[in-house]
């Protein structure tokens, strides 16, 4: 019989994919977390809320991207008020035992009208991810920089990473005083850059308008995450539409690893869930 390893005995961190009426995210976000080594399940809001699962036997919160609801009223709203109306305790509970949550793109903007982004205040809503400024959906590759911040499993680095986004409601805004606040606690995660890396307010580098190029921020404690642009559509080096030019650089090195950029996102975070 072959001798075991220490890991094979190390449980995975359970994610717990939220599903609502609308998410149509969840199946990518579940293959991202799998492949990354965490033990993803589809929970929906209702099993939740009728206490047939509970969550806190999950360490990660996973609120994907998609139109729950229709994005009736605003995108994320009626999601947003079902997790203040219903679960609050369940989440307080779940942040209290520090729990990760992390929201993209439509989770994203759940978070902020929770109130859970930017300052971790239920039901107190301070920022907005309102329409694109180009007036239409925005569906393209665009570029990331991570910057350093509270997050506590994502550090900042000079690279810029190739990411998708999917949205037609993503600009975020807030008044001067709580972004000169969002930004004197360092919550700024993500910027969208240009080619050289810079944060960028010019279209379409900068796909919605966003105040200071910001495509994603976390909480106080770093431990919730919201961001707008889509990590888990880009884990394999085969989704981005230019992988074949990157497969070798002249001297027959690999240039890019098999991981697409979007993989560190959930290596960091599973990780972290795995030493917490």
């Not at 759940?110 to 859970?116: A, H, I, K, P, S």
């Not at 907005?128 to 911040?149: M, Q, V, Y």
């Not at 969208?192 to 307010?201: A, E, F, I, L, R």
């Amino acid at each position: 019989m072959a001798e075991a390893n220490e890991g094979d005995f190390q449980m995975k961190p359970k994610v717990c994919i939220l599903r609502s009426d609308g998410t149509n995210c969840d199946e990518e976000l579940f293959y991202a977390f799998e492949k990354i080594g965490g033990a993803p399940e589809y929970v929906h809001i209702n099993e939740l809320r009728a206490k047939s699962k509970k969550l806190n036997a999950y360490q990660v919160l996973a609120l994907p991207g998609g139109f729950s609801y229709g994005d009736d009223v605003a995108a994320g709203k009626v999601l947003a008020i079902e997790l203040t109306s219903f679960l609050k305790d369940q989440i307080q509970d779940f942040i209290v035992k520090r729990g990760i949550v992390v929201g993209i793109c439509n989770g994203f903007q759940t978070l902020v009208r929770t109130g859970l982004l930017p300052f971790n205040d239920l039901g107190k809503m301070e920022v907005t991810l309102a329409p694109n400024e180009s007036g239409h959906f925005e569906c393209r590759w665009i570029k990331l920089k991570i910057n350093d911040s509270k997050c506590l499993f994502l550090n900042g680095s000079d690279k810029t990473i190739d990411i998708a986004v999917n949205h037609g409601e993503g600009k975020f805004y807030t008044d001067d005083a709580t972004l000169r606040k969002i930004k004197n606690q360092n919550l700024v995660v993500f910027q969208y850059v240009d080619k050289s890396g810079n944060p960028t307010q010019s279209y379409p580098q900068n796909p919605n308008g966003s105040q200071d190029a910001i495509a994603g921020i976390c909480d106080p404690t770093g431990r919730i995450l919201g961001i707008m642009p889509h990590p888990e559509k880009f884990v394999e080096i085969t989704q981005h539409p230019n992988w074949r030019r990157w497969k070798y650089n002249s001297d027959g090195v690999p240039a890019r690893q098999s991981l697409g950029d979007g993989g560190a996102f959930f290596e960091n975070m599973i990780e972290f869930a795995n030493q917490s």
